[in-house]
């Protein structure tokens, strides 16, 4: 069994920038993917970022230069660290990870909220 659990967010003027966390309660190495997700109020939930086993990654092209995914297997943690934040950025960020035989987990979501 595999829990999430995201921190790091918070309340950040435009500009500024936040790392989020995603804890990992499990195998790691069991997870073929991991990635941020954003819902914001209104809309629908959108991929942020993923990296995939190997070190691959991609990013919504709203983020590209932005943001950064990174994976350290040795801390079982995932990480998005955001620059250069914008006031739509606001959302509640969420961590998500598939397993290698395919089941998909979630976090609880952190929020992130950027004043103009």
């Known amino acids: 069994q595999v829990q999430l659990v995201e921190s790091g967010g918070g309340l950040v003027q435009a500009g500024g920038s936040l790392r989020l966390s995603c804890v990992v309660s499990?195998?790691?190495?069991?997870?073929?993917?991991m990635g941020w997700y954003r819902q914001a109020p209104g809309k629908q939930r959108e991929l942020v970022a993923a990296?995939?086993?190997?070190?691959?990654?991609n990013y919504a092209d709203s983020v590209k230069g932005r943001f950064t995914i990174s994976r350290d297997n040795a801390k079982n943690t995932a990480y998005l660290q955001m620059n250069n934040l914008k006031p739509e950025d606001t959302a509640v960020y969420s961590c998500?990870?598939?397993?290698?035989?395919?089941?998909?987990?979630w976090g609880q979501g952190t929020q992130v909220t950027v004043s103009s």
């Open positions: 998500n990870a598939v397993h290698i035989v395919g089941r998909e987990y």
């Open positions: 499990g195998n790691i190495f069991s997870l073929k993917r």
């Open positions: 990296t995939i086993s190997g070190g691959s990654t």
